[in-house]
């Protein structure tokens, strides 16, 4: 009998292998502390095919993060139902992020912590995912607002720093959830739910919170 043949493994499988490995590896060492030869050994490859595939530390690290980047945008995207209620929208889009980023804690550590914190171009990556999460939160709030105010016109200026704010929140929020034993993406939801909803429904009905006019200064 003739020796048995192997089948070869198609190249896109083995390099999300190594993008797996890479990514839980930069995700719990740190970018600086990573090596090479630990993430071939993880993936069950040789560290020069890894070299072959991925060219360098820097281009695999890129590449980890374009690959968590267009899974966090798509997760976020994919759970919102534009037919639903503001509030629903809202909900389900904070659900899916909070869902994602409590599964993928190595994505979220590489995307969130590793790539902003060690410069060009790796900080550009991400400011690029992040920006377009914002655009999309915009355009929930946008559409919402315009609705309540009876306003088509509504400047998109109006909700562009809500968006920021929202964003923000739930990215400290999802550092904090993913470091707190016991806390569900479903509670880290509610959570920021709570805190902007009753802000951002104010704002809905007309009723924005302004600031109190400044006192004049006594004269000496």
């Not at 003739?2 to 930069?26: H, I, S, Y």
């Not at 959570?191 to 600031?211: D, E, K, V, Y």
Request: hydrophobic share 45%; with cysteine.
């Amino acid at each position: 009998m003739g020796a048995v043949k192997t089948k070869r493994m198609p190249r896109a499988v083995r390099e999300q292998q190594m993008l797996d490995a890479a990514v839980r590896t930069f995700g719990q060492r740190g970018y600086m502390a990573a090596s090479m030869d630990e993430i071939a050994e993880l993936a069950g490859v040789s560290k020069p095919l890894v070299y072959l595939y991925l060219n360098s530390k820097e281009d695999l690290f890129t590449a980890c993060i374009r690959r968590e980047a267009a899974a966090l945008t798509e997760a976020v995207r994919a759970g919102v139902r534009r037919d639903l209620p503001a509030d629903r929208q809202l909900w389900d889009g904070l659900g899916a992020f909070f869902a994602h980023t409590s599964q993928n804690p190595d994505g979220w550590s590489v995307l969130h912590l590793q790539a902003r914190t060690h410069g060009e171009p790796f900080a550009s990556e991400v400011a690029a995912m992040r920006a377009e999460i914002v655009a999309f939160v915009t355009q929930l709030i946008l559409a919402a607002a315009r609705e309540a105010h009876r306003d088509p016109d509504l400047p998109e200026r109006e909700v562009a720093g809500l968006a920021e704010a929202l964003v923000g929140a739930a990215e400290s929020l999802a550092d904090w959830a993913n470091a707190t034993p016991g806390v569900t993406a479903r509670e880290a939801a509610a959570t920021l739910m709570n805190f902007a909803w009753s802000g951002l429904g104010n704002l809905m009905g007309g009723r924005p919170w302004t600031p109190p006019e400044a006192t004049p200064q006594a004269s000496g």
